[in-house]
Structures are given as C-alpha cells and as structure tokens.
C-alpha cells in the first residue's frame, strides 16, 4: 500500500486510506471526477476498477 500512496502522491491522486475494504483514489484536480476504486484485503490491493463521473 505505501507504493500505491507514493504512486498518487507522484500522479497529484488522493490514496484511499483504509488498508483494507473498498476505497477510491481520484484526481484532486477533477474534484474526484476522474479515479478508480480500489478493493484491499490485509495491506494488499485486490482489484482495481476505473470510474469517472459524467
């Protein structure tokens, strides 16, 4: 999880910040329009799945 937050930190994205569970991580600069949600379990990224608000 911490390259995942270094990867939005780099990329201006919000890091989801739960370790575990369902997050999103979007771009701070659409005001979350554009980002994908995320699926962790134990520290570990399970899936990822584009989403954007139109």
């Keep these: ?3 995942l937050r270094d990867f ?3 990329h201006g994205l919000n890091a989801p910040r739960n370790p575990s569970g369902v ?3 979007v ?3 659409t005001f ?3 980002g994908s949600q995320l699926e962790s379990a134990n520290g570990r990224l399970v899936s990822a799945q584009y989403h954007f608000a139109d």
């Design 27 to 29: 771009e701070s600069r």
């Design 23 to 25: 997050g999103f991580m």
């Design 1 to 3: 999880m911490d390259e």
């Design 8 to 10: 939005a930190a780099r």
């Design 32 to 34: 979350g329009r554009y």
